[in-house]
Antibody, heavy 119, light 109 residues
Framework: EVQVAESGGGLIQPGGSLRLSCAAS????????MSWVRQAPGKGLEWVSL???????YYADSVKGRFMMSRVSSKNTLFLQMDSLRADDTAVYYC?????????????WGQGTVVTVIS | SYVLTQAPSVSVAPGQTGRITCGGS??????VHWYQQRPGQAPVLVVY???DRPSGIPERFSGSNSGNTATLTITKVEAGDEADYYC????????????FGGGTKLTVL
């Protein structure tokens, strides 16, 4: 069964750093494009970052220069390094797998990990 | 960057048909995907590529896309369909390729 599971969230002060993990099972993170999507309390879905199979990455303006997405194929795990955290980064962070059909949809989502930035 | 516009809320009586729209410039030229998010849960893909359904999604869910508007249609609405629904497109020419609409809250009366 194809699954992803996020971890690493928590309470952090402004200016701090966190590293989120997304452990994949049932597929290889090298073979699918992957994204991080976040949802602030009471708000809608916000795309954060994307990694293509070739390893190229893209970021939303709101996190560019502060967040970095990476993967470790041997662990079949995706990471999101978050630095210089701000209060408006507070959100549930979801890891999402790109579909196999090539239609650019996200067919598998994790349950999310909560990041709270508070002084 | 590309913008998708959704109405904040839609209400529908049980057994009736609910329609949720997603507006965007020439959106009919793009493949549109729809996600359902029930309270406290992760999003679930319910329609992809305008009108196809992943396995396990009821036939009551369908989609269409033309011109500047894409539509998610839910027939014979049930209480369990009450959720937030988000449209999404892929803007391949952009440095911000993944675009979500603001979401529509479907309330079952």
């Amino acid at each position: 069964e194809v699954q992803v599971a996020e971890s690493g969230g928590g309470l952090i002060q402004p200016g701090g750093s966190l590293r989120l993990s997304c452990a994949a099972s049932g597929f290889s993170v090298r073979d699918n494009y992957m994204s991080w999507v976040r949802q602030a309390p009471g708000k809608g879905l916000e795309w954060v970052s994307l990694m293509y199979t070739g390893g190229s990455t893209y970021y939303a303006d709101s996190v560019k220069g502060r967040f970095m997405m990476s993967r470790v194929s041997s662990k079949n795990t995706l990471f999101l390094q978050m630095d210089s955290l701000r209060a408006d980064d507070t959100a549930v962070y979801y890891c999402a797998r790109g579909d196999d059909r090539g239609v650019k949809a996200f067919d598998t989502w994790g349950q999310g990990t909560v990041v709270t930035v508070i002084s | 960057s590309y913008v998708l516009t959704q109405a904040p809320s839609v209400s529908v009586a049980p057994g009736q048909t609910g329609r949720i729209t997603c507006g965007g410039s020439d959106i009919g030229s793009s493949g549109v995907h729809w996600y359902q998010q029930r309270p406290g849960q992760a999003p679930v893909l319910v329609v992809y590529a305008d009108g196809d359904r992943p396995s396990g999604i009821p036939e009551r869910f369908s989609g269409s896309n033309s011109g500047n508007t894409a539509t998610l249609t839910i027939t014979k609405v049930e209480a369990g369909d009450e959720a937030d629904y988000y449209c999404q497109v892929w803007d391949s020419s952009s440095d911000y390729p993944v675009v979500f609409g603001g979401g529509t809250k479907l309330t079952v009366l």
